[in-house]
């Protein structure tokens, strides 16, 4: 059983910073791309940014220069730091990983619960 669990979320004022964390935990082989995503109330579930398991990234164009991804390997963890943050950022963000639970297996996609970002004064 592979979960994802997110940490980190909360209400920040315009301007603020906060940093979420995402743990893989269970039978897990090898863990190839992590993403975070995010989902406003009415609004499609976007991508926020990706790492690949060698360290490339992507940003959306609405979060560069504001937001990082990192991850550490040896801990399963991808991390997001948000820094500069504006009431537009406020949404569910979800943490993903594409994974492999056994060697020759298919990779698949999981997703974690969610955890809440919450940008006001």
């Known amino acids: 059983q592979v979960r994802l669990v997110e940490s980190g979320g909360g209400l920040v004022h315009p301007g603020g910073s906060l940093r979420l964390s995402c743990a893989a935990s269970g039978r897990i082989f090898s863990v190839n791309a992590m993403a975070w995503y995010r989902q406003a109330p009415g609004k499609e579930r976007e991508l926020v940014a990706r790492?690949?398991?060698?360290?490339?990234?992507n940003h959306a164009d609405s979060v560069k220069g504001r937001f990082t991804i990192a991850r550490d390997n040896a801990k399963n963890t991808v991390y997001l730091h948000m820094n500069s943050l504006k009431p537009e950022d406020t949404a569910v963000y979800y943490c993903n990983a594409d994974l492999r639970v056994s060697f020759g297996t298919s990779s698949r996609n999981y997703w974690g619960q969610g955890t809440q970002v919450t940008v006001s004064s």
């Open positions: 790492i690949t398991s060698s360290g490339s990234t």
